[in-house]
């Protein structure tokens, strides 16, 4: 089967789209025709060797697949041929075919599509987490989203809407960015790249701050994300995409008992009970028109270069998804 593979860590050159090996099917297992695998930043990171768990090589990315089940192990009982199948797992998306762990599967309700599926996963999952078990989302709350037009950013001001928000304020770096976040139900669109940004936050807020932050630039930008908090407030750190090592000092949160608190998806997939009714959640809020799903562009397997190379430059909206 064709997939995509990297040898080496380093840019999106790596990527080479080559023929593998078919996978094996195991106990519990079934195989499934990828009909759509999500792109991510952690995907990149893999691809530079800089992910929180090692990567090995060669490896083939993709941790976010959605397509219909073609072969199903003897022991199997939940699944069969021809179902419809969102998952999330640890690689191998960006491939023809994939064998995953009956665990690891959902149902794809027949209103959602292949791409809307795909695109709920690590994102629509983490900003689901961050808020709720992460963020301690309370009604009334007010929310910064950092990175607004972006994949976890434009499912994090659907869902602090969902989960009870009062006012969610949302950043991005353009005023087309911040048209589309205000589209998603932001009240409040700030130009982080402007000169003290911050002082626009604590003004909206009459001085008091914001409950719960999503950050995950770091440097500059969490540093100003400080100054923003409220009293007992939760900051939520889920990504370093400015790649700097950032340093402050710890009686900032003493000051207003802000909790800074560090969110990676990977322990949440360790409880399969959680994982699951997330996604189901997720899939249910598409079909009852409460969750808007942005599906910025979609590449053949064998571009995918051309869409890490997009995705890292900046220069796209909404989630990214393979088609192969």
Not at 18 to 38: I, M, Q, T
Not at 57 to 77: Q, S
Not at 197 to 212: I, M, N
Not at 291 to 320: N, P, V, W
Request: with cysteine; hydrophobic share 45%.
């Amino acid at each position: 089967m064709k997939a995509i593979q990297f040898k080496e860590y380093g840019k999106p050159d790596v990527l080479q789209f080559v023929d593998v090996p078919s996978p094996e099917l195991r106990p519990r297992n079934v195989l499934v025709k990828v009909k759509a695998a999500g792109v991510n930043f952690a995907d990149t990171a893999r691809r530079y060797g800089q992910y929180l768990a090692k990567t090995p090589l060669p490896y083939v990315p993709g941790a976010e697949v959605a397509g219909v089940i073609t072969e199903v192990a003897a022991d199997v009982t939940d699944f069969k041929i021809g179902d419809r199948v969102v998952a999330l797992t640890d690689d191998g998306g960006y491939a023809e075919y994939i064998a995953l762990h009956e665990s690891q599967l959902v149902k794809i309700p027949e209103s959602v599509d292949f791409n809307q599926a795909a695109s709920i996963l690590g994102q629509g999952i983490s900003a689901y987490f961050i808020l709720k078990s992460s963020g301690q989302i309370q009604k009334g709350d007010t929310v910064l989203v950092h990175a607004a037009a972006g994949g976890v950013g434009t499912f994090a001001v659907q869902l602090a809407k969902i989960m009870g928000a009062g006012k969610v304020i949302a950043t991005a770096s353009s005023k087309e960015k911040l048209d589309l976040a205000f589209s998603l139900g932001a009240d409040v669109g700030i130009n982080y790249t402007e000169e003290n940004w911050h002082k626009q936050v604590l003004a909206v807020t009459g001085g008091k701050g914001v409950d719960v932050a999503l950050e995950m630039v770091g440097g500059d930008i969490f540093k100003n994300t400080l100054k923003c908090m409220a009293v007992n407030s939760r900051l939520v750190i889920y990504g370093r995409a400015g790649g700097q090592e950032t340093k402050f000092d710890p009686a900032i949160l003493m000051q207003r008992n802000v909790s800074v608190v560090g969110f990676w998806l990977v322990h949440f997939l360790k409880d399969s009970k959680a994982y699951k009714n997330s996604v189901r959640d997720l899939l249910n809020y598409i079909g009852e028109g409460k969750l808007k799903l942005i599906i910025g562009k979609t590449f053949a397997l064998e571009d995918a270069k051309l869409a890490h190379e997009l995705l890292e430059g900046r220069q796209t909206i909404g989630k990214l998804i393979l088609n192969p």
